[in-house]
Nanobody, 115 residues
């Protein structure tokens, strides 16, 4: 079993930055891929960014160039640095971790971009 705990969400003005963290505990040696999804009100959950166990990253759409995903395998933690935030980035952000058998999810952290 793997447990994920997100932190770092909050209220930020347009153009500002936030860094989200997702700490894993439990059977972290079983984890391969990690990443983040987000879900805005009235919209489907969408992939934000993903990172493989060797550090290869993949970003989706408008997040390219603004968001940076990194991981510290020793700590079992991934970080999502979000810069140049826009109102459209407002959503609940969920981290995930993939083991060979299943995907684990965090509880979500709210990010609100507003002046």
């Amino acid at each position: 079993q793997v447990q994920l705990v997100e932190s770092g969400g909050g209220l930020v003005q347009p153009g500002g930055s936030l860094r989200l963290s997702c700490a894993a505990s439990g059977s972290i040696s079983s984890i391969n891929g990690r990443g983040w999804y987000r879900q805005a009100p009235g919209k489907q959950r969408e992939l934000v960014a993903a990172i493989t166990s060797d550090g290869t990253t993949h970003y989706v759409g408008s997040m390219k160039g603004r968001f940076t995903l990194s991981r510290d395998n020793a700590k079992g933690t991934v970080y999502l640095q979000m810069n140049s935030l826009k109102a459209d980035d407002t959503a609940v952000y969920y981290c995930y971790a993939d083991s060979r058998l299943r995907r684990y999810w965090g509880q979500g952290t709210q990010v609100t971009v507003s002046s």
